[in-house]
């Protein structure tokens, strides 16, 4: 199966509300996949399905070809995420707590020049990674929370809207740093909100709205006017729809 | 991985001003019981030298005087301090610490250092065990209450579990943490109480190899505790949401079964088996006394007499040899009632026990709602206070009296027979009677008695750590 990230007609519902319904979706290897959407459309869900958070009420969701409820252990060395707010602890440093996460996701003693490298490459000052945690700004969160994720070099990677909050600058490094993961061969998924940095960096984009995919579509050649009004399209819909 | 779990928590507990803060208050609450429980164990400990010494001064001191007379005046049987009674006073300051081992009566211990003292020495039930009983369980909800709530909170669990560690492994890294810090408390609270009595130590106190038994077997049972009220702390901070609501369930679990159900479990064992008034207890046992008296005509009687005599004389006696015999029959009839009235005692005392011991194993089934019931009975136990160690001591002193009674009598038996009902005995007589050699009970015999409620304990921490690794193991959505 050349797809690393499999979601066939999954579906989760709370109680009476249907959160996802039905979803078919694939992510493969050195490919980005962005899902666009707003609040409440099943993005989180999507991703929390994926990392076993939740059971589906029924289809299934897979990576690497593993089943994902009935093989937990085995996704979870598999895969790698990063919230949208990394949460880390504050009475640690930025080096401690990367140290913790990365020994806890099964390296064995880290090496604190391997961390330092890891920092580096994620753009986080050196001095700033002695400091405790709870000084941090929210993009240095999110760079930890990136160095913890390259850390584990897991075959598919999962983001969590990892740019909100992020100031432009950051969030091109971010972007970047993700785009140069997926050319090195890992597959991305990515919820998020930033139409922008979603053209820029993903190979599809999925458009999300009440618990469905509503739209499939490659960024290639399309300017970003376009992708608004694609997008802009969509909700009109929706609200039609609901309305 | 555990030791990454491990290390960080203690990192985060050592960067915590709160536990820091804590703990000094802890460590001042422990030094203070301590040095209450030393000084009010030295005071004793002197007292009891200064009663001891004065006592055989004033028996050895009476010059010549009838035996009789000298048994009415007899001894006291002075209790020692207790192994480690201060770690546990127990019950100890509620049974009395001295029996005056008087002819005719069983009398009951006195002296109840309770009773002695004004209101404010309450104190002295400030103890290292009351204080550990009562701490260590808040200690551990405030270590643990917000441990995976907290995570929760934060959102690092998420995060954790995303990155591949389990559930599981988290509990037990944390479970790990909270028990080894208690733990050390423990350690050193024992350790201190042990050097402690090892400068109390008297005559009477049991080997060294016993008392270092008894602190292994104290730090089990507060070992277990922790173990369990960890689990508990751990179980509750993962089935909730938050953190505030973790520590209020945690704190009412708290108060009710370390506070109330121990109080409550003590009002209810006496509310089903009473334990009777003084003085219903001894008028029943006059009564009784009464009642066993055989007629002085009669063949009970006779076969008594016969078995005071030989035992005086240390042989058989011949057929009809005893009204031939040269004994002071006064002295005979002495120690024939004293025989008799103390096979009576012995029964009701044994029968006021009974009723303490169906207390104690009421409480025994109440503490499967509270483990701090079992774990004050073994406290106390291995301390060396509670009620079987003061039945142990005041059945040695019942012993102790029907030696010197009957050494008194025989006495007036064997040597006041020249016809004279007022025989007095020499001056030097007096420092033949024997000392009170009291040893107390060895650890062998405090476990046997106690093994039920370590089993209750044990009980419960299978029953935590089982729930706990179930849980670590289903619970699935986060």
């Known amino acids: ?243 | 991985m555990n030791i990454s779990i491990i290390k960080k928590e203690f990192m985060e507990l050592m960067r915590d001003g709160r536990a820091i803060s804590l703990s000094a208050i802890v460590g001042l609450l422990l030094v203070l019981a301590l040095s209450t429980g030393l000084s009010n164990e030295r005071t004793k400990e002197q007292r009891i030298f200064q009663a001891k010494m004065a006592d055989a001064e004033a028996f050895n001191a009476q010059g010549e005087k009838n035996p009789h007379s000298a048994a009415h005046f007899s001894r006291m049987a002075h209790k020692p301090i207790a192994p480690l009674s201060s770690f546990d006073p127990g019950v100890s300051s509620f049974l009395g610490q001295v029996i005056w081992l008087e002819a005719h009566y069983r009398n009951p211990a006195m002296f109840r250092a309770a009773e002695d003292a004004p209101e404010l020495s309450r104190l002295e039930n400030f103890s290292l065990a009351g204080v550990l009983t009562l701490v260590i369980p808040l200690l551990i909800i405030l270590l643990g209450y917000g441990s995976i709530s907290g995570e929760k909170e934060r959102g690092t669990l998420r995060q954790l579990i995303g990155s591949g560690t389990s559930l599981q492994t988290l509990l037990l890294g944390k479970f790990i943490v909270i028990s080894a810090t208690l733990f050390f408390v423990l350690l050193i609270t024992v350790s201190f109480s042990i050097v402690t009595s090892i400068v109390l130590l008297d005559e009477a106190a049991p080997s060294m190899s016993d008392l270092l038994m008894r602190g292994a077997s104290l730090l089990s049972s507060y070992g277990l505790y922790v173990l369990i009220l960890t689990a508990i702390t751990l179980l509750v901070s993962t089935l909730v949401s938050e953190s505030k609501t973790a520590l209020l369930i945690l704190l009412a679990v708290w108060a009710i079964t370390v506070v109330a159900l121990p109080r409550l479990s003590a009002s209810i064992a006496e509310q089903v088996y009473p334990s009777p008034h003084s003085h219903e207890f001894w008028e029943a046992t006059d009564a009784s006394l009464e009642a066993n008296r055989p007629d002085g005509a009669s063949a009970d009687y006779a076969a008594v007499e016969q078995r005071v005599i030989e035992r005086a004389i240390g042989r058989s006696l011949e057929e009809g040899e005893a009204e031939n015999l040269s004994i002071n029959a006064r002295g005979v009839r002495f120690e024939v009632s004293e025989v008799i009235d103390s096979e009576t005692y012995n029964i009701a005392f044994a029968e006021l026990f009974e009723n303490y011991a169906k207390q104690r194993n009421l409480r025994r089934l109440l503490s499967i709602f509270s483990p701090t019931i079992a774990l004050q009975h073994l406290s106390q136990a291995f301390s060396g206070t509670d009620i079987n160690a003061h039945e142990h001591f005041s059945n040695e002193a019942e012993r102790q009296r029907n030696d010197i009674v009957r050494m008194l009598n025989e006495e007036m038996m064997l040597n006041g027979s020249g016809g004279t009902s007022r025989y007095l005995a020499p001056a030097e007589f007096w420092e033949t009677v024997p000392e009170f050699q009291y040893r107390q009970p060895s650890i062998g015999s405090t476990w046997r008695q106690s093994f039920p409620d370590f089993f209750i304990l044990l009980f419960w921490g299978w029953i935590g750590l089982v729930a706990l690794f179930l849980l670590g193991r289903t619970r699935a959505e986060f």
């Open chain 1, 1 to 243: 199966m050349s797809e690393l990230l499999l979601a066939q007609a999954l579906t989760k519902k709370f109680q009476s509300k249907t959160a996802l319904h039905e979803l078919n979706l694939s992510v493969r290897r050195s490919e980005v996949v962005c899902l666009l959407g707003a609040n409440g459309a099943g993005k989180t869900t999507t991703i929390n399905l994926f990392l076993g958070f939740l059971k589906p009420t029924t289809g299934a969701a897979y990576v690497d070809g593993l089943e994902v409820s009935s093989n937990l252990d085995e996704v979870r060395k598999k895969i790698s995420y990063v919230p949208e707010q990394v949460s880390l602890y504050p009475s640690l440093t930025g080096l401690e707590n990367l140290d913790y996460f990365v020994k806890l996701s099964g390296k064995r003693q880290p090496h604190e020049s391997y961390l330092r490298e890891l920092l580096g490459r994620v753009g986080l000052d050196q001095i700033v990674a002695n400091n405790r945690v709870k000084s941090y700004s929210k993009g240095m969160r999110q760079k930890i929370g990136l160095a913890i994720s390259l850390a584990k070099d897991a075959k598919a990677l999962l983001l969590d809207e990892p740019l909100s909050g992020l100031d432009p600058s950051a969030a091109n490094e971010f972007s970047n740093l993700l785009r140069g993961l997926a050319d090195n061969g890992t597959a991305v998924l990515m919820a998020t909100h930033d139409l922008f940095r979603a053209k820029e960096i993903s190979d599809r984009i999925g458009i999300m709205k009440s618990g469905c995919l509503v739209q499939e579509l490659s960024p290639d050649g399309m300017d970003q006017a376009s992708l608004e009004e694609i997008y802009l399209e969509q909700m009109r819909n929706s609200d039609e729809t609901s309305g």
